[in-house]
T-cell receptor
């Protein structure tokens, strides 16, 4: 299986901060990389697909970049509703995998 | 409206079997690959298995390969997961998820766009 490593695993930030989460893959994914948000007690929702395409209805403060083995998710100005856990996911095979998740908490 | 409703979870002893089902509605089921994703209590997401629209392409996580079998019945708009030789570490909330319906070079779609609410599987020792 392709192994996905997210960093950091947790972070504390304030409303208005710029936040960046990194996801590294054990092999090249081209652009087969997605980002999901999961709030406590809720089902995950898609944020970014294809490394950089914003899913429908997702605010433009979210953006994704990268290709190959290194990817980033950036929240340009953190809002209260963005406090959640974020997961990257690779779909470059018939055995998909998620990163460990990054928990974004209020400072 | 897309709906995915999982069922079949419960408490089972280690080594036993369980079959999960997912009833789908609100979209053309046989146009989409489908997947199972699980989440152990307080832990992250783990992709378990996926199946292409026509069942030609199937994939499993290494952690369940040889023990779990995914299948689908397009006539019944249903997805299944047969889980054998269950282990305590299989304890999790199991989600059924629909993929976007694209077909990548690997035979699945590109991302998961709808998820069910999950069914809880608890494996006791």
């Amino acid at each position: 299986d392709i192994h996905m490593t997210q960093s950091p695993l947790s972070l504390s930030a304030s409303v208005g901060d710029r936040v960046t989460i990194t996801c590294r893959a054990s092999q090249s994914l081209s652009s087969h990389l997605n980002w999901y948000q999961q709030k406590v007690g809720k089902v995950p929702t898609l944020l970014i697909y294809g490394a950089s395409s914003l899913s429908s209805g997702v605010p433009s403060r979210f953006s994704g970049r990268g290709s190959g083995t290194e990817f980033t998710l950036t929240i340009s100005s953190l809002q209260v509703e963005d406090f959640a856990t974020y997961y990257c996911q690779q779909t470059y095979s018939t055995s998909w995998t998620f990163g460990q998740g990054t928990k974004v908490e209020i400072k | 409206e897309v709906q995915l409703v999982e069922s079949g979870g419960g408490l089972v002893q280690s080594g036993r079997s369980l079959r999960l089902s997912c009833a789908a509605s609100g979209f053309t089921f046989d146009n989409h690959a489908m997947h199972w994703v699980r989440q152990a209590p307080g832990k992250g997401l783990e992709w378990v298995s996926g199946i292409s629209w026509n069942s030609d392409i199937i994939g499993y996580a290494d952690s369940v390969k040889g023990r779990f079998t995914i299948s689908r019945d397009n006539a019944k708009n249903s997805l299944y997961l047969q889980m054998n030789s269950l282990r305590v570490e299989d304890t999790a909330l199991y989600y059924c998820a629909k993929d976007d319906g694209g077909i990548s070079i690997f035979g699945f779609g590109y991302y998961l766009d709808y998820w069910g609410q999950g069914t809880l599987v608890t494996v006791s020792s």
